[in-house]
């Protein structure tokens, strides 16, 4: 008898008529001693199991409750109910796991609408809900097709380190890594930590981007992307930060900031066209949420695309490149600024873009996404390439709606001299990151690279809202439980 998932056995559908078959999975609910609803993860769709109650022993129908779980043995039929093609009139059942019901009354596996809130307290129990799986199934997708990219372009994956001992990477707030009995640290002559006592004779952290290792590997490998947990210390209890999130970063040899662009876009579209491609049904799904969402939002929120319409907006249109200079003064115009909306007033040149600007950008101004390029040098990172103005830097970050930031990314200093100068200027230590510089010694080259928070471009393909419902095991402030 051969053994089905049930995604396997919807999908072969009508050609499956008459087959003994068996399959296994989680009762989601039993009507009427009569109908079960099975689902084993393989898909958003369950299947209708039929029971004959007279071929079953009474006790064992008993113990088919919500949640439990069982095999069914039996032949596939034609279906009259509405919805489903096929059904299976079981033949004999096996459970393997009971459930009791006034337990499950408690939890999310109870069969009704749960708030999302209520999900995220019973992370361990999310993966049966069909609205986190189907979520699980597109983020699984996603980080396929990343993969997939970059393996048919002739990128390299490399594994960078997660525990780090530079702490120059000033992308974020850092956790300290340590083996010290915290009751009774060691002191140096100052009454400071005397890292030099610990596990790696160094105050060691947790990385917050693996680029500048690498920006090392590029320099012999040509193209190569990570793609890793990332961990940031920042106490910013938003809807898009995470303490440890996962990050994708590309870095490419002879690649300038044109090429740099090209290609985060390409790779964007090509990762979202592929959930499109394989998510059908989830992305379905999830389109009726976001649908069902949006209805109950007051009308200036409401978007005006469903979730199918916007990723087919950002399929079909070349995303708009502009300007740091050019989007300061569309904002410095803009009615929301100059009717006081923004909470960070937009009034000079060289103030850092807050996600309310980017968003009135994307959402308000293009309607599209959009790559802004070319920062002050002062509000971005020490590696990024000095223009010929002297004031801006070579970089760019992709703005996408509802998100906001999606990717940041830059052509790097290549220069050894102005990069060692731009390090001495904010006081940093050139010896900490000597190997660094290295790259730019033996046989420098022009290079850039970008990074991509994983979540967020979840968030955008399932339409989700909050970043802690996309990823299994969300860590944020005051939040570790599972
Ligand atoms: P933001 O301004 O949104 O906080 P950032 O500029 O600090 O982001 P980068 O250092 O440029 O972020 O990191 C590259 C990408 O990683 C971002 O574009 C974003 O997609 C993602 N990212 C950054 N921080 C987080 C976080 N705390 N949680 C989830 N994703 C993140
Ligand atoms: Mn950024």
Redesign the pocket.
Known sequence: MKIYSIKQLLSKGKKALHEEVTVKGWVRSFRSNRFISLNDGSGINNLQIVIDFNNFDPTILKQITTASSIRVEGTVTESEGAGQEIEIIAKKIKIYGYANPEEVQETILQPKRHSLEKLREQAHLRFRTNTFAAIMRVRNALSFAIHQYFNQNGFFYINTPIITGSDAEG??EMFTVTNFDLNHLPKDNQDKVDFSQDFFGKKTNLTV?GQLEGETAAMGLGKIYTFGPTF?A?NSNTT????E?W?IEPEMAFYDLEKNIDLAEDFLKYCIQYAVDHCKDDLDFLNKRFEEEQKQKPKEEKSEQNLHEKLEFVLNNKFIRLSYTEAVEILKKSKANQKGKFKYPIDEWGVDLQ?EHERYLVEKHFKSPVVLFDYPAKIKAFYMRLNEDQKTVRAM?VLFPGI?????GSQREERLEILKQKMNSLGMDEKELNWYLDTRKYGTVPHSGF???L??LILFVTGMSN?RDVIPFPRTPNNADF
């Open positions: 992308a974020g981007s940031r920042e898009r930060h995470l303490a999130f990050m996600s970050d906001g930031e999606i990717i940041g990074g991509l928070g979540e967020r970043i």
